[in-house]
């Protein structure tokens, strides 16, 4: 069964992933999201260069745990299904 907090993600990825930052343009407002779609994900502490050892590692490290969990999901999903999930935003 899947956790809340990963369905939580996987549904604001699946309305909102592929759009831009409004004050800029170049940059995902999931690059979570954007960058495991093209492959280039690491991490959050490797994409906001976190030291290890630092008080945000932790935090961004049970993040990514989350969105794997999330990634996994979205990856299992039809087309069908993404299109009723997009459509039920509205």
Known sequence: MASTAALHVLREWIIYG???SKVDRKM???PEFFYRK???WESWN???????????YQTNAKQDEVE???W???ES???EQLRF????KR
């Open 46 to 56: 490797a994409f906001l260069a976190v030291p290890q050892g630092s008080l945000d």
């Open 68 to 70: 794997t969990e999330a």
């Open 77 to 79: 999903l039809t087309e």
């Open 18 to 20: 592929d759009k831009f």
């Open 38 to 40: 093209s492959g280039e």
């Open 28 to 30: 995902p407002q999931h």
């Open 72 to 74: 996994m999901l979205y």
């Open 85 to 88: 999930i997009r459509k039920e």
